[in-house]
T-cell receptor
């Protein structure tokens, strides 16, 4: 298995531009998570999906952020318009189904390092 | 905001020594997990301990859980330079169904 795949690995853009981050979860996993990591705030859960349905988006910082999961093998995180304070590493993670506590291991992708100038 | 807090924030030891990291949390949990993050990489799952367990071993890793104190510790024995990384605890809040990661401990093992 290739693991969780994220693209691009690095993104440099200018303030005001739209940014789209992509994630392909591990085949067979039914939960997908988007995280943001910065030195100041650490690792923050932005949103997670269960069976392609958004379950909790309370971590999404503001309306400029949106996430979709059109099918079980693909998700996007979009920032429009981007701002310098959005600069961070964005991780996607997935996990398989099961009772909470039995299959809670999340598998992380390599991350996308976003720099907004 | 992060509810899990690791202690210490940073730790520097010599190769061969043991490294102990602690994690405190605030809510009721089903389990607690420890992850490792090498520089520039994603997090990698190390070990999971359930709320009804008190201690668990995996290779050179030993994890303890004290639900009465809402704390856990991760012990890495006979550390190696390759253990240099950040270590995070993570909990699943059974009340809110939220996954919460701690602030992390940066471990540096000197050869």
């Amino acid at each position: 298995d290739a693991g969780v795949i994220q693209s691009p690995r690095h993104e440099v853009t200018e303030m005001g531009q739209e940014v789209t981050l992509r994630c392909k979860p591990i085949s067979g996993h039914n939960s997908l998570f988007w995280y943001r990591q910065t030195m100041m705030r650490g690792l923050e859960l932005l949103i997670y999906f269960n069976n392609n349905v958004p379950i909790d988006d309370s971590g999404m910082p503001e309306d400029r952020f949106s996430a979709k999961m059109p099918n079980a093998s693909f998700s996007t995180l979009k920032i429009q318009p981007s701002e310098p304070r959005d600069s961070a590493v964005y991780f996607c993670a997935s996990k398989s189904a099961g009772l909470a506590g039995r299959t809670d291991t999340q598998y992380f992708g390599p991350g996308t390092r976003l720099t907004v100038l | 905001s992060q509810q899990g807090e690791e202690d210490p924030q940073a730790l520097s030891i010599q190769e061969g020594e043991n490294a102990t990291m602690n994690c405190s949390y605030k809510t009721s949990i089903n389990n607690l997990q420890w992850y490792r993050q090498n520089s520039g990489r994603g997090l990698v799952h190390l070990i999971l301990i359930r709320s009804n367990e008190r201690e668990k071993h995996s290779g050179r890793l030993r994890v303890t859980l004290d639900t009465s104190k809402k704390s856990s510790s991760l012990l890495i024995t006979a550390s190696r330079a390759a253990d240099t990384a950040s270590y995070f605890c993570a909990t699943f809040d059974s009340g809110t169904y939220k996954y919460i990661f701690g602030t992390g401990t940066r471990l540096k093992v000197l050869a």
